[in-house]
């Protein structure tokens, strides 16, 4: 019976100390995502880079940058794309507001081992789709 005891114990305070864990993770996920993170994506023509560049002011910026499309060398920029805007988090969910396009946006995220993965709902012709993105920190 003591051992019982002590093996419930054990769990329910690891359990606590996880949950603890997680709530202190939650408290701070706005200033984990301070910094810029990046992906890329390969095709025939070229290379597509995007960096998501948030600041502890709550503003954010989004860039895409394309290398080697256009009958140009893989390696040379050959057109960019800068979006600006405002970011809030609550939760495990961040909120995207961007003025030049007038538009908001919102989005599961987590982040693990420097990877920032972000959760969404995109809406192709046909029909909404769950959408994974993977970012990894640059800086």
Do not use: H
Request: glycine residues 6%; hydrophobic residues 35%.
């Amino acid at each position: 019976m003591k051992k019982g005891f002590k093996s419930l114990f054990v769990i329910f305070f690891l359990f606590i100390s996880c949950a603890d864990e997680d709530r202190v993770n939650e408290d701070n996920f706005e200033a984990d995502l301070t910094g810029s993170w990046n992906r890329s994506d390969y095709q025939v023509e070229g290379e597509i880079v995007s960096t998501y560049t948030f600041r502890s002011n709550s503003t954010y910026t989004y860039r895409i940058d394309w290398f080697g499309f256009n009958g140009k060398s893989k390696t040379e920029l050959t057109d960019s794309s800068e979006s600006t805007g405002v970011f809030g988090v609550e939760g495990d969910s961040i909120f995207f507001q961007n003025f030049e396009f007038n538009s908001e946006f919102s989005s599961k995220f987590w982040i693990k081992d420097d990877v920032l993965k972000l959760e969404y709902i995109t809406y192709p012709a046909d029909a909404p789709v769950l959408t994974q993105m993977e970012y990894n920190r640059v800086d």
